[in-house]
């Protein structure tokens, strides 16, 4: 099985900077895409990037310029550095991976969602 672990939310102060990060575990065999995706309270889950593993991201409008993503490719981890800080980014903020694995012997590919992480940013 592969699991997601998000760590690095908080609460920070508008105009703040927090850095996430997720590792993925378990019998991977690559990843193609992983990403960052949020859920405001009463609100809809929203993409907020994505990166390939060669390297081309993605990034919501609402983020562009003050959030960057990154991964290391040999660790299976993808960072999310948010930078200038806005109330409206407060969220639970998950990981998200295309993974390929092995299980049984067998090689399969899956979406795997982490646990989320809770990002507060408030005076």
């Known amino acids: 099985q592969v699991q997601l672990v998000e760590s690095g939310g908080g609460l920070v102060q508008p105009g703040g900077s927090l850095r996430l990060s997720c590792a993925a575990s378990?019998?991977?065999?690559?990843?193609?895409?992983m990403g960052w995706y949020r859920q405001g309270l009463g609100k809809q889950r929203e993409l907020v990037a994505t990166?390939?593993?060669?390297?081309?991201?993605n990034y919501a409008d609402s983020v562009k310029g003050r959030f960057t993503i990154s991964r290391d490719n040999a660790k299976n981890t993808a960072d999310l550095q948010m930078n200038s800080l806005k109330p409206e980014d407060t969220a639970v903020y998950y990981c998200?991976?295309?993974?390929?694995?092995?299980?049984?012997?067998?090689?399969?590919?899956?979406?795997?969602w982490g646990q989320g992480t809770q990002v507060t940013v408030s005076s």
């Open positions: 378990g019998s991977i065999v690559s990843i193609n895409v």
């Open positions: 998200n991976a295309n993974v390929a694995y092995f299980k049984g012997g067998l090689r399969y590919t899956g979406n795997r």
């Open positions: 990166i390939t593993s060669g390297g081309s991201t």
